[in-house]
């Protein structure tokens, strides 16, 4: 099954797309989409989804949690400088049956990094 992940930054007046596509796995359980992978660095990958919100977890050295709800959620990222507690600002969320799209920002302490258009699509 393939998970196909595309997300568009907006920063500095400058555009970067970003597109990926994993073999992975879906499971449904108790009203939640769960699609699994192994990214590019050999890192598993958990996306938790409903219709009203969306949770990616990055197993690595420093776990990344990221949340995705219209209105403010928390992020803890692992950057060059170390664990990073940030906010993701959520301005749309949409999710067609395989297919999500979040608009979200970036920030932290009122200070944002940059603007995303994520969309995720899998195979049910």
Known sequence: MKIKIKNIVLADGEEEVIEQIHDGQVVEKNG??????????????????????????????????????????????MTPVGVQ?????????EKNGNHVKIDYSLNQNNFKFADYKLEIEFDL
């Open 32 to 77: 939640w989409i769960y699609l699994t992978y192994v990214d590019e660095e050999g890192f598993k990958n958990v996306i938790k989804l409903n219709d009203e919100s969306l949770m990616l977890t990055r197993f690595a050295e420093q776990n990344t949690k990221m949340n995705f709800i219209l209105g403010q959620a928390e992020a803890t990222i």
């Open 85 to 93: 507690f940030l906010t993701t600002d959520t301005s749309k969320f």
